[in-house]
């Protein structure tokens, strides 16, 4: 039982950090943008659109095997396009 509660601890860690993030830059988007602002509606859709989707991913019973496989596949792609910026 402890492995499960303690599973369950960093879930709810892991859980914590993505709202505090995505609280963070809707935050960062009312600074520095109008709200009638085309860029700031986009990012608030896009913000929106990743709450949705980590919500999903969280609802279902994935191998969490593939999911390290996507994630990564999602981190090297991140890194590949701020690269291409600099």
């Not at 999911?67 to 701020?82: A, C």
């Amino acid at each position: 039982m402890p492995n499960q509660t303690s599973d369950l601890d960093k879930a709810w860690e892991h859980y914590e950090k993505i709202r505090d993030s995505l609280n963070g830059l809707y935050e960062i988007l009312n600074m520095n943008l109008d709200r009638e602002n085309i860029f700031y509606q986009c990012a608030v859709d896009n913000l929106e659109a990743l709450k949705e989707t980590i919500i999903d991913l969280l609802k279902k019973d994935y191998n969490p095997k593939e999911i390290k496989i996507k994630l990564r596949d999602l981190e090297f792609d991140m890194k590949k396009n701020i690269m291409k910026k600099i």
